[in-house]
């Protein structure tokens, strides 16, 4: 993809008289304005029903790439939508740029939107499609040829301007629907599940895309989807919802090294974070695979959940001497060609592993795997919240 060796920069003018120039810099434009987005208290609540949003406190950096993740039904969309302005504010207040925008109009918030259908016409060319927003503003000719062409040679789209919709493939069309967002120029992009109806091939080269964009553009940027390996490979930060409510903001790195609760833990990864339940007597956990000093225990409720990552599991004769093992009984394998998930059954637990895919193994097999004990996380299994201190593993092995 070739990239563009210039910019858009805004001189003077009423949004019906911007004038486009341009400069020797390949990188994102000068004079932008400030865009963060600030979420003070918002809520969003439908006729006498709960709140879809019950009271959302969140500021999205100017020029960052925050992804808004969760299940279907979080609220997630309704959180784009609200900033785009297609949703009414219930209570709280929404700001941009510091400036309160409740109760601006969705055409004053210069704001663009791609959508998880590509909304294109199909009796317009692609270059129409693209111009089509510009020319609704009343967009110098000169300007929005010159925009669209700079678009179209950015997202690899220059040789098919002259195409309408029915002649692209969804990649194709998905990257004209980003053009058609980049040509407006706006100081903030919303994007509503973009690559939804791709098939893998085309969300790994559509992810790639929509990250090379925002690391040229700098545009301040909210991407929602329910696909975590979105969230990973695109968010500068990663808003975590469930149920309206925010469970985690961070780096992808924070959210799956550190997480808060065990929503965040299971949620981020795939697989998801093995969870175990252990009892504590107040001087160890009745469990098979670790014990914890007397002091960190103090205060704890007697049920706790302990939580491994799949790739924690390593193959015990691997391992260091000192490092807790444990034994189970294959119950599936899933190859995937350069690794594998092998699910065990140990004890009462059921355990998935991450390990290299060099080895075959017979269901019903005992494996014997080994793990650091500083990977070990503690949760509360009342409250879902983690439990943070050190851990010491007090056996050298466990029973099978």
């Not at 969804?170 to 706006?186: E, F, K, N, T």
């Not at 014997?368 to 010491?392: M, N």
């Amino acid at each position: 993809m070739t990239k563009v060796a210039h910019r858009w920069r805004r001189i003077s003018g009423s949004d019906n008289n911007k004038q486009v120039t341009k400069t020797g810099n390949p990188t994102k434009r000068e004079a932008r304005p400030v865009a963060n987005i600030e979420f003070k208290g918002v809520s969003k609540r439908y006729a006498d029903g709960p709140a879809t949003v019950p009271g959302l406190d969140l500021e999205i950096r100017d020029g960052e790439f925050m992804v808004v993740v969760g299940p279907s039904g979080c609220g997630k969309s309704t959180i784009l939508r609200m900033i785009a302005g297609l949703e009414s504010i219930s209570a709280g207040d929404l700001l941009i740029g510091g400036h309160r925008v409740n109760d601006l109009p969705p055409k004053d918030r210069d704001i663009a939107m791609v959508f998880q259908n590509y909304a294109l016409y199909p009796h317009m060319t692609v270059f129409d499609n693209m111009a089509f927003g510009l020319r609704v503003r009343n967009f110098p000719k000169l300007g929005i040829e010159r925009r669209v062409r700079e678009a179209a040679e950015t997202l690899g789209l220059a040789d098919l301007l002259q195409r309408k919709p029915g002649q692209l493939s969804g990649g194709q069309s998905q990257r004209v629907a980003l053009g058609r967002a980049m040509v407006r120029d706006p100081q903030v992009f919303l994007f509503d599940e973009p690559l939804s109806n791709l098939d893998a091939e085309l969300r790994v080269q559509m992810r790639s895309v929509i990250s090379r964009l925002h690391r040229q553009l700098g545009t301040t940027s909210v991407y929602v989807t329910h696909d975590q390996v979105e969230a990973m490979t695109l968010g500068t930060r990663i808003a975590i919802l469930n149920q309206g409510t925010l469970m985690q903001v961070g780096t992808p790195l924070a959210l799956y090294n550190d997480p808060d609760n065990t929503f965040v833990a299971g949620f981020m990864g795939s697989p998801p974070m093995n969870l175990v339940p252990v009892t504590n007597d107040g001087t160890q956990l009745t469990c098979d695979l670790l014990s914890l000093p007397r002091a960190h225990l103090q205060g704890q409720k007697a049920l706790l959940l302990l939580g491994l990552r799949p790739e924690k599991l390593v193959y015990a004769a691997s391992a260091p001497a000192n490092w807790p093992r444990l034994r189970g009984e294959i119950e599936l394998v899933e190859s995937l060609g350069a690794e594998m998930l092998v699910h065990l059954r140990t004890g009462n637990a059921q355990l998935v592993a991450r390990l290299p895919g060099l080895r075959e193994f017979t269901l019903g097999d005992t494996l014997e795997l080994a793990f650091d004990p500083a990977a070990v996380y503690l949760f509360d299994a009342e409250s879902r919240q983690r439990i943070r201190g050190d851990v010491d593993v007090a056996r050298a092995g466990v029973r099978a």
